[in-house]
Nanobody, 121 residues
């Protein structure tokens, strides 16, 4: 089994910063891509940012220039540095590990439980 543990959500004022972290644990051989999605009330879940094992990144247009994703392959962790936060960034943020290959050579798509980010004055 593979689990994702997220941390770092909370309440922040507009213009502030937060850093989300996600650690994967379990019987992991490799992880192709790790990323963050978010879901605001009454909206669909959307990609925020993702990073491949070799460091290729992909960002939603709405967060480019404000958010930075990083990854530590040795520790199976991914971080999302969120700066210049806006009220419209308010959502539950979910960590995702895509194409996780386990030590038993199964391939999984794994999600975290989500962490709430609220941007409000």
């Amino acid at each position: 089994q593979v689990q994702l543990a997220e941390s770092g959500g909370g309440l922040v004022q507009p213009g502030g910063s937060l850093r989300l972290s996600c650690a994967a644990s379990g019987s992991i051989f490799s992880i192709y891509s790790m990323g963050w999605y978010r879901q605001a009330p009454e909206k669909q879940r959307e990609l925020v940012a993702a990073i491949s094992k070799i460091g290729n990144t992909n960002y939603a247009d709405s967060v480019k220039g404000r958010f930075t994703i990083s990854r530590d392959n040795a520790k199976n962790t991914v971080h999302l540095q969120m700066d210049s936060l806006k009220p419209e960034d308010t959502a539950v943020y979910y960590c995702n590990a895509d194409r996780v290959v386990t030590t038993t050579l199964h391939t999984l798509d794994v999600w975290g439980q989500g962490t709430l980010v609220t941007v409000s004055s």
